[in-house]
C-alpha cells in the first residue's frame, strides 16, 4: 500500500489512484488468512521503514532495539509503544510526519472522550479511505454512482480527495448531508425526494429517522441498504433500520482516525469483518496485554496505508473481540464481535467489570422496555449511584416500570443503587451523537 509521493498530484493523479485502490481492496477481501497475513508483513515493513524517518517513531524504534524496520516482523509490534490522541499531543504533530506539513489534509476529531484529535494526511492516502468505504457498499449492491444521503454533520467541509474532485465536476452524484440533529421529519422528505439507494449517518440518528417512519407509516423506497455509523450501533437501531427502511442494517465501524476499520458482513451481520488489507488489529487488556480471541478487549489499530503521518499501535478507546473462525461468505477478512462502546464510555463495577451499552441495552430488551423507552442514558454519580434517565414514547404501566426495574437491579443492583427517572428530553452531546453510558470522571471514580 505504498503510495507513490507527488508533492502536489493533479487530478488524473489521485483518480487513478482511487481506481487503483478501489480495484484492490474489492479483491484483495477474498484472499486467504495466509494470503492477507502476507500482504500485512510486507505492507507494515514499508510503513515502519517510513515511520523511522519520523523523529517519535524513529525514537520508539531505536528505544525498541529495531535496527532493521524493512526485516521487522507483524508480532514484533508488541514491542513498540502504544499512542493515543494524548499521546501525539505531547509531542506534537511535527514530531509524527515524514513529509513536509505543508500540502497535507486537516482531519481534526471531536473531544466528546476527552483530548481532541488533531491528524494529517496526504491527499492520495485519502483514496484509500473511499476505497475502504467502496468496498462496503458494493458489498451490499450499491455503487459509486449511487445518491446518497448522510445525516451526519451537515457542514463539515469537504476533504480535498478524490472523491470530492470526482463530486465537484459532476462525475459523482453528490452526498446529500443533513445535521443528526434535524427534525426527523425533514430528513424524512429529503429521503422520500431523492430515494437515495445509499442512506447512511450516525446511529442516533437513523433511528430516530426509522421511529418518525414507522410512527407515521410513511412508506419510503427501500434503499439497497442502511449504513449506520460513528457510535455505538445498537440492536435497537439496526431493527427499526430495517423494519422501517425494508432494507439491509449496516454496522459499520469508522473512525476519523482510519476510516472504515470493520463492517458488518452481508452474510451475517451480527459480526464484523476487519479489514485486515489495511490495518494490523490487535485486542488488548486494560495493562495492554494481547487477549485471546473471543475475550473482549480494547482495539489497538496500525495503519497499513498512512505513511505521511504513520499511526502505529494507536489505542481506540473502544472494544471488541476478535472471533476465531472463518467466515461462510468466502471472505478471508477475519472476524470482530460488534464494537462495545468506548472503554471511556463504560461504567466499571467494583470487581473490575464493565457496565456497556450492550448489557444495557439487553437488560431493556429483556424488560421490553423499547415499547415504552424512546432514548435512554445511564449516569454514573458519585457514592455508587446510577442515574438511569428515560425519554419515554409514553407514560410506562406500573408492571412496565416495575419489570425493568427489577432486571436492572438484578443485574447491576448489587453494586450500584439505582434510580430510574423519566426525563422530557436527552441532550446530544455536542458532536451531534448521544452517549448512553456516561461514567464518573476519572478523577471523581479514583477519589469515590
Ligand atoms: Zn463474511
Known sequence: ??????????????????????????????????????????????????????????????????????????????????????????????????????????????????????????????????????????????????????VAIADKPDRAGPITFLRRIGMLPRVERLASDAPPEEVLQRVRDLSPPILTGYAGAIEALAEHVLKTGTQVRPPRAVFCTAMEVTDRCLELAEEAFHAPAVDVYVTNEFGVVAWSCPSRRSVLHVNDDAFVVEVVAQDGTPVPPGTLGELVVTSLGLTSMPLIRYRMGDMAARLPQACECGRGLGLLTRVHGRTTHAIRRPSGALITTPLITSLFGRAQAHTWVRRFQVREEPGRHLRFLLDARQPPSEVQRHTLTEIVESSVGHDFKIAIEIVDHIPMAPNGKLQFVVPLPRSEQEAA
Open 1 to 150: 500500500m505504498a503510495l507513490p509521493f507527488i508533492s502536489t498530484p493533479g487530478p488524473i493523479t489521485a483518480v487513478s489512484t482511487l481506481l487503483q485502490s478501489t480495484l484492490r481492496a474489492e479483491k484483495e477481501q477474498w484472499l486467504s488468512t495466509e494470503g492477507l497475513a502476507a500482504r500485512r508483513r510486507i505492507r507494515l515493513q514499508q510503513v515502519l521503514l517510513r515511520a523511522s524517518e519520523t523523529r517519535y517513531y524513529g525514537a520508539a524504534l531505536r528505544a525498541a532495539g529495531v535496527t532493521d524496520p524493512a526485516s521487522f516482523e507483524p508480532h514484533e509490534l508488541e514491542r513498540l509503544p502504544f499512542v493515543d490522541r494524548r499521546v501525539i499531543a505531547q509531542h506534537g504533530l511535527e514530531a509524527f510526519l515524514s513529509v513536509e506539513r505543508a500540502g497535507l489534509i486537516d482531519v481534526m476529531t471531536s473531544g466528546s472522550t476527552g483530548t481532541p484529535g488533531h491528524f494529517l494526511r496526504h491527499k492520495l492516502e485519502e483514496a484509500d479511505y473511499s476505497a475502504r468505504w467502496w468496498r462496503v457498499y458494493s458489498a451490499y449492491g450499491c455503487s459509486a454512482w449511487d445518491t446518497q444521503i448522510n
